[in-house]
């Protein structure tokens, strides 16, 4: 079974960092490119962050350039994200995303993890 | 950024009715060289993550109902809900991935009448 598992999210104070992590497993993830979406609360979905799949490759939104960085371990099968300079825009439910090389489309989504910036 | 709007925001609709949402993007998002349209529909069903549901504008992801249908090209686009059920309560969301970052309509909650 294909499945995507988030940890690390939690209650931070503004300007401070945290690490998220994905564990991809069912799958060969090394042939996955990655992708970070988070969801406000009550909110839409808003993709943050992409890598590809040998992790050559990574784009991020303007909302956290230069703050966020994703990048990953294939050997390790898992997915990461550090966020630094956190901003109480930043809560929401962040969730990892599969996408195919040559798709797009986010299939699956993991259950995600809540990041609660707040002092 | 190619930004995408949604159309209505929510509708509620009875039971066994059809249920309409559209979805336009701000630029085509049709690739000529391939004849394809890079737009992908999700649901999202309350305290769960999104579910891929279309692909391609009107390509079904291996065991959605047969009841879902996307159709549209370009810059227009459509997600239908033949027969609405009552598992079908959720908000709906079209994606195009024509360009990074791959950006999303800001949601069509659909709810029963």
């Known amino acids: 079974e294909v499945q995507l598992v988030e940890s690390g999210g939690g209650l931070v104070q503004p300007g401070g960092s945290l690490r998220l992590s994905c564990a991809a497993s069912?799958?060969?993830?090394?042939?996955?490119?990655m992708n970070w979406v988070r969801q406000a609360p009550g909110k839409g979905l808003e993709w943050v962050s992409y890598i590809s799949s040998t992790g050559y490759n990574a784009y991020d939104a303007d909302s956290v350039r230069g703050r966020f960085t994703i990048s990953r371990d294939n050997a390790r099968n898992s997915l990461y994200l550090q966020m630094n300079s956190l901003r109480a825009e930043d809560t929401a439910i962040y969730y990892c995303a599969r996408a195919l090389p040559g798709s797009g489309w986010f299939d699956p989504w993991g259950q995600g993890t809540l990041v609660t910036v707040s002092s | 950024d190619i930004v995408m709007t949604q159309s209505p925001d929510s509708l509620a609709v009875s039971l066994g009715e059809r249920a309409t949402i559209n979805c336009k993007s701000s630029?085509?998002?049709?690739?000529?060289?391939?004849?394809?349209?890079?737009l992908a529909w999700y649901q999202q069903k309350p305290g769960q993550p999104p579910k891929l549901l279309i692909f391609?504008?009107?390509t079904r992801e291996s065991g959605v109902p047969d009841r879902f249908g996307g159709s549209g090209s370009g810059t227009d686009f459509t997600l239908t809900i033949s027969s609405l059920q009552a598992e079908d309560v959720a908000v709906y969301y079209c994606?195009?991935?024509?360009?990074?970052?791959?950006?999303f309509g800001q949601g069509t909650k659909v709810e029963i009448k």
């Open positions: 069912g799958f060969t993830f090394s042939s996955y490119d």
């Open positions: 630029q085509s998002v049709f690739y000529g060289s391939n004849n394809k349209d890079y």
């Open positions: 391609w504008a009107s």
């Open positions: 994606q195009q991935y024509y360009t990074t970052p791959g950006t």
